[in-house]
């Protein structure tokens, strides 16, 4: 390539010589630099035309004929043009590779601008919501999906959860929609079919709920007989050792299956419009009833404290409120040494309510947060017998949260103690 400025100094002396040359031979210094500077001026300007005429067409043609500079600059567009239409047809065709594999995709694909306005969908979203990219492009999503309760998600702008949508353009199919945060041009949603996992929840569901039932009637018969031979000292001995951890057992075993149909309960049924009434109420009652359970576990010096300071309203189902408080405690009396101490605090901020049961127990490891709500998981399976529990408490308390539209935060630190924080919304006042 050449150099620029030398171009230009070799050009400025050039024009030096012809207009002195030309000026000895004329005798007219002044006139002859001009004509000089004139007529290289008219060629740079034709220079430019043309330049100007090469530039606009859109094939490039040959090279022109013209001075080194020019020539140069010709020579700098064309590999300029060749290297960006090779950058090009290499997006291009990355850009079809990638239309290609989203339109393949198993799940769906939609993409709106801020505004929610479609703008293109895969073969899996078209047949999903029923809709046609040649047809509904460039139409508000929420005209086409026809959801108050999927427009409320998206507005809310908390997608942490996905939300399921039933009978979704009355197909009878559930969509789950799942949605990007906005980037502040486009929106992208993926989407699923979940109708065989909602039928398989709900017939594990059922299930559970028929077979706890179908086990409660007998189980309280043997139950009863158990505890006639223990009461009546019908047996004595080895024998009477056995008939009472027998009883044990069956107790233990109808606590489950009386949890197991509470969950199923929470799980199948539609929360009622609820009422108002008080938190503090509710808690001191939970209380009384974890301080006979912590008696029952010989954990007589076990302190539960209350710190709620004034009264708190709350709207929704106090008897599934007095049973989150109560398996919350119930975990804190049962995992804890005798001589521990549990504190209940409660508190409204931000108009939010703010549950607070802590314990200084043996804490829980970091690995093992995430899975606590789950049915029957346990930290430690060897106290499993040992604390009378049926691992179901947490689920059940995660599931009245969820039923009130609040949230269970679970934090704890092995050898530091628990703490469950129960957040209710503005909606539960």
């Not at 346990?378 to 049926?390: A, F, L, M, P």
Request: hydrophobic share 40%; charged share 20%; with cysteine.
């Amino acid at each position: 390539m050449k150099n620029n400025y030398a171009t230009t100094i070799v050009e400025i002396i050039s024009l030096a010589i012809a207009g002195g040359v030309l000026g000895t031979i004329s005798g007219h210094f002044i006139e002859s630099f001009l004509i000089v500077l004139a007529t290289f001026l008219g060629i740079t300007l034709w220079h430019r035309n043309r330049f100007y005429n090469w530039l606009s067409n859109e094939q490039i043609p040959e090279p022109l004929e013209t001075s080194d500079l020019w020539a140069d600059i010709f020579k700098r567009i064309i590999l300029e043009r060749s290297a960006t239409a090779q950058k090009t047809e290499s997006i291009s065709r990355e850009l079809v590779d990638l239309k290609n594999a989203v339109s393949n995709l198993p799940l769906g694909v939609v993409i709106t601008d801020a505004n929610w306005t479609l703008i293109t969908l895969n073969r899996t979203a078209e047949q999903l919501l029923d809709l046609s990219q040649s047809n509904d492009r460039g139409a508000s999503l929420f005209s086409l999906i026809r959801s108050p309760s999927l427009k409320q998600y998206a507005e809310s702008q908390d997608y942490q959860e996905p939300i399921v949508i039933d009978n979704i353009q009355d197909t009878g199919v559930s969509i789950e929609f799942c949605f990007t945060r906005d980037n502040g041009n486009t929106r992208i949603i993926l989407i699923r079919d979940v109708t065989k996992f909602k039928k398989t929840n709900e017939m594990r569901s059922d299930f559970i709920a028929n077979v706890s039932h179908e086990l409660k009637t007998p189980l309280t018969v043997v139950n009863g007989y158990l505890e006639t031979l223990i009461d009546h000292q019908l047996v004595t001995g080895a024998t009477l050792k056995a008939i009472e951890n027998a009883a044990a057992q069956g107790r233990r075993m109808e606590n489950i299956i009386q949890d197991l149909l509470t969950l199923s309960q929470l799980e199948t049924s539609t929360i009622e419009e609820g009422q108002s009434f008080d938190l503090n109420k509710i808690v001191d009652d939970a209380i009384a009833q974890a301080r006979q359970l912590a008696i029952s576990l010989d954990k007589n010096n076990t302190k539960i404290i209350a710190q709620i300071e004034y009264p708190i309203e709350l709207h929704g189902n106090p008897d599934e409120i007095f049973s989150l408080v109560s398996n919350l405690l119930s975990n804190a009396i049962r995992y804890t040494a005798d001589n521990s101490s549990v504190l209940v605090t409660a508190h409204l901020k931000n108009q939010t309510v703010t549950l607070r049961i802590e314990d200084d127990g043996p804490g829980i490891a970091e690995r093992h947060l995430h899975r606590l709500t789950e049915r029957f998981y346990r930290v430690d399976e060897s106290h499993s017998s040992s604390t009378g529990g049926t691992g179901l408490g947490l689920s059940i308390a995660n599931h009245i949260m969820s039923r009130h539209n609040g949230e269970l935060r679970i934090d704890s630190k092995h050898g530091k103690g628990t703490v469950v924080e129960c957040y209710f919304p503005k909606s539960s006042r």
